[in-house]
């Protein structure tokens, strides 16, 4: 946290020890800073960075390099100044030896013991003496391969491979004597020399180049690399601490192009860690907004709410203890309005609940938005709104009262409303919150647009339908399920024609009995609200194929269809074209032996979708039937472009319409229709012979029924149909002995 210099002075006095330490503390910052930056600056803190060696190393080889170049340039020059000095101790020696006093030009001017001595003492190896015009007089010493032919030859030197001896030509002026001499010399000397003159150039070229690279570092660190070091280390402390950098002040002079770019970095280092703090603190805020508002409302979510109702049923005392609503508010059908409207639209009625219910509500309420169409709030009961049922009256009142207007459209919007109170039905806000979404729900069950209060009722009948849930998924995992077959038969020919599968579920308990049947009226919508009727209608469409197929090989049934009942759920979420398929080439079962029933509101969800799944089911072969018929909503305009194969007439018309007029004439114009339609008409229901009777005048095709025939288990189904003998007159038989 930040605190300004105003804020520091409002505070209490600091203690006057305290101050005193605060004081030894300031000078002992200041030392620590001050002997930090004479770190920096001291020559063992540049020499123990990899720069400094660096510079320090380019620097000594590039003068190492120069020096070397002189010296290679120069020991040619160096040579010949050696040998001239061999020369000359040579003209020395051989000049005092010729004497001055021959007149002959062709006698040797030497004599023989002066030239052994000289032979003997000196550098001379061996001579040739010539007289002006090159005419040969005398040799002495070691043979000499310089021999001279003509004028051109008095400048030639010879030196041997192995540099031990140098043959040179003196002539007269250079030995005061009318004579030319060759002179063989010891030269052996000169290599050593020289030798010696590499190796004290190279150790002078090292300390030169040490010297000058020592003198170059001195000048490069302070003006260079100190400065680079010092920001170098604000850099590296930007980097450990970017939000609270411990730079020491520059003692560099900012008028230079060093100190001022360290001055600018340091500048930029303290905006960086500003920047920082802000955009951290921006950052921190953003999150917590994203994970405790909604964005498209603006209004707290589920978790903030929690968090507020908690803070709220704190703030209690043991002698008072507040009372609070919680309502929990989703609106009806709202999914309806995203997928005709749109999504913008949708929005903004979102948008529009949370100002209204802001608005309508006191202060002390808190509204949230907790789901994608629920919202929640929660208030302190008064002598206003005395009640959790009267704030969720206010509440529904404020959804109903006045349509939301988008677009220039109006849309009339309802709610479910739950409610729930603190602390009469619940201590723990998760608890209450719980208590009121399972209000809401029971509102939604019974009719929508209403308010529920919770009742410990309603909690335990949520209980008893995820028990029966976890039970039904341990019944599908454990092969509990089974399935019975009613017989289909054709009315006018008795023949047996078919059979509906359905689903039994055989519950095992602790029970004399063993277990219990439970009834598909119980357990199927908890199934089809939990999506669980997915997986449960495969495995019965996979049974019954398989069922099917038995019956075909085993039993000789060769035209016993077998229909399954197709869920809304098993149409619209799976892929039920790809999976019929498969089920049947993997039972090796004929399409034509399948028929799928499928409800009226199934078909009505999606139209185009529907038609689509209906064709490409039909192309497979596969029988389709509309069951039900009569009990839904849908459109005759519609039905007339789904290729199914026949309607399922409703056993609540059959069994009336010996009884009901209206029962009978839909029954009768349910036939009717179909046959108008090329369709076949199945009737289930049947349970007497009146009722048979009625469907024969009437013309319906085919039957299902306890006349007939209960819903029957494998092996008693196949006894049936291998026993029957084909004339209705049988069932009258049988049930009169029954």
Not at 496 to 505: H, K, P, Q, T
Not at 728 to 734: E, G, P
Request: glycine share 6%; proline share 4%.
């Amino acid at each position: 946290m930040i605190v300004s210099s105003d804020q520091l002075n409002s505070r209490r006095p600091v203690p006057s020890d305290l101050m005193g330490t605060l004081t030894i503390e300031k000078k002992r910052t200041s030392k620590e800073d001050a002997s930090k930056s004479t770190l920096l600056a001291s020559p063992a803190h540049i020499w123990s960075s990899r720069i400094s060696w660096t510079i320090a190393f380019y620097l000594f080889l590039l003068i190492a390099l120069f020096q070397t170049l002189v010296l290679i340039l120069n020991i040619d020059k160096v040579e010949q100044q050696k040998l001239a000095q061999v020369r000359e101790i040579g003209r020395a020696a051989i000049a005092p030896v010729l004497s001055a006093s021959v007149t002959d030009m062709l006698t040797s001017p030497a004599s023989n013991e002066g030239v052994q001595r000289l032979l003997n003492n000196t550098i001379v190896r061996g001579m040739t003496i010539y007289n002006n015009q090159l005419d040969l007089i005398k040799s002495y010493g070691e043979p000499m391969a310089l021999v001279l032919m003509d004028q051109n030859s008095l400048g030639k030197t010879f030196r041997t491979a192995n540099g031990d001896s140098y043959e040179v030509v003196y002539r007269g002026g250079d030995l005061g004597r009318p004579y030319v001499v060759t002179a063989k010399l010891d030269s052996s000397k000169v290599a050593d020399e020289l030798n010696s003159f590499i190796r004290e150039t190279i150790i002078v070229t090292f300390i030169l180049s040490g010297l000058a690279t020592s003198v170059l570092m001195i000048a490069i660190g302070k003006l260079l690399l100190e400065p680079i070091l010092f920001m170098r280390e604000n850099l590296m402390a930007a980097s450990r601490e970017p939000e609270d950098p411990k730079i020491s002040p520059s003692p560099f002079d900012p008028r230079n192009e060093i100190g001022s770019a360290i001055a600018i970095a340091q500048k930029l280092i303290r905006q960086n860690a500003d920047n920082i703090k802000r955009i951290k603190s921006a950052a921190e805020d953003k999150i917590h907004k994203l994970a405790y508002y909604d964005t498209l409302t603006g209004l707290p979510n589920r978790t903030s709410f929690l968090q507020t109702l908690s803070e709220c049923l704190r703030a209690g005392t043991d002698n008072e203890i507040r009372r609070y609503a919680v309502v929990a508010l989703d609106l009806d059908h709202f999914k309806d309005i995203n997928d005709s409207m749109g999504h913008n639209v949708g929005d903004a009625i979102l948008r529009g609940v949370g100002r209204r219910l802001r608005m309508a509500l006191p202060d002390t309420a808190t509204v949230s938005r907790t789901g994608e169409d629920e919202f929640a709030v929660t208030l302190p009961l008064n002598t206003d709104l005395n009640t959790a049922r009267d704030v969720g009256a206010r509440i529904l009142n404020v959804i109903r009262n006045e349509p939301f207007k988008v677009f220039n459209e109006a849309f009339q919007v309802r709610a479910s409303v739950g409610v729930a109170t603190f602390p009469d039905d619940g201590v723990d806000p998760d608890q209450v919150l719980k208590n009121a979404d399972i209000a809401l729900n029971r509102a939604k069950e019974e009719g929508r647009d209403t308010i529920k209060e919770y009742s410990e009722d309603f909690d335990r009948v949520v209980q008893q339908r995820f028990q029966l849930l976890r039970d039904l998924r341990d019944a599908l995992e454990q092969d509990q399920l089974t399935l019975h077959y009613q017989p289909q038969l054709d009315l006018k020919t008795g023949k047996i024609i078919g059979s509906e599968a359905l689903i039994r579920w055989w519950k095992p308990d602790n029970s004399k009995q063993g277990g219990t049947y439970i009834s598909p009226g119980e357990f199927i919508p908890v199934a089809e609200q939990s999506g669980l009727i997915v997986p449960i209608g495969e495995w019965v469409m996979r049974e019954a194929c398989k069922q099917a197929r038995l019956w075909q090989t085993e039993h000789g049934m060769k035209d016993v269809r077998v229909a399954v009942n197709v869920s809304a759920a098993q149409f619209s979420q799976s892929d039920i074209v790809d999976f019929v398929r498969k089920t049947l080439k993997e039972v090796g079962l004929e399409a034509r032996m399948l028929e799928l029933e499928v409800t009226e509101s199934v078909f009505m969800a999606d139209i185009n979708h529907t038609i689509q799944t209906l064709q490409n089911l039909h192309a497979l072969g596969v029988e389709l039937a509309i069951d039900d018929f009569g009990t839904g909503y849908s459109s005759l305009s519609y039905l007339r472009q789904f290729p199914i194969d026949r309607l399922k007439i409703d056993q609540s018309f059959i069994r009336n319409a010996l009884n009901n007029q209206d029962d009978a004439a839909i029954a009768r114009t349910i036939v009717r229709l179909a046959h108008s339609l090329s369709l076949k008409v199945i009737a289930e229901g049947v349970e007497t012979r009146e009722h048979e009777l009625f469907l024969l005048e009437e013309g319906c095709d085919e039957v299902q029924g306890y006349r007939y025939s209960k819903p029957l288990p494998v092996a008693d189904f196949v006894k049936f149909t291998t026993s029957y003998d084909g004339t209705l007159d049988s069932f009258d038989r049988k049930m009169a002995r029954a």
